[in-house]
């Protein structure tokens, strides 16, 4: 399973992003996805979830301004960014949790910048 992270960029605070996570070599369907972001200098953290359902789940940081979402059609799962701040700043990473093996998957990172 491969996983490409994509739609970062640079965006003013209180702007919006979309960022995409294709999944390729299985189906997005038997996974339990979620997004990830690293700041500088700082741990990877989990920042929001989707089971493979499509049960929602996150951090109390994102809630009610980032949404998690994902279309088994196209394999590809999105994250929704509004009201983006500057502690949004980071290495946003997909991830992939295999249902039946338990294995995990994770994208290259796509970066977001929020400054003005």
């Known amino acids: 399973v491969q996983l490409q992270a994509s739609g970062g960029g640079l965006v003013q605070p209180g702007g919006s992003l979309l960022l995409s996570c294709v999944v390729s070599g299985g189906e997005i369907s038997h996974n339990d996805m979620g997004w990830y972001r690293q700041a500088p200098e700082k741990q990877r953290k989990w920042i929001a979830s989707?089971?493979?359902?499509?049960?929602?789940n996150y951090t109390d940081s994102v809630k009610g301004r980032f949404t998690i979402s994902k279309d088994n059609v196209k394999n590809t799962m999105y994250l929704q960014m509004n009201s983006l701040k500057p502690e949004d700043t980071a290495v946003y990473y997909c991830?992939?949790?295999?249902?039946?093996?338990?294995?995990?998957?994770w994208g290259q990172g796509t970066l977001v910048t929020v400054s003005s």
């Open positions: 991830n992939a949790q295999n249902i039946y093996s338990g294995r995990s998957f």
């Open positions: 989707l089971s493979y359902v499509g049960l929602g």
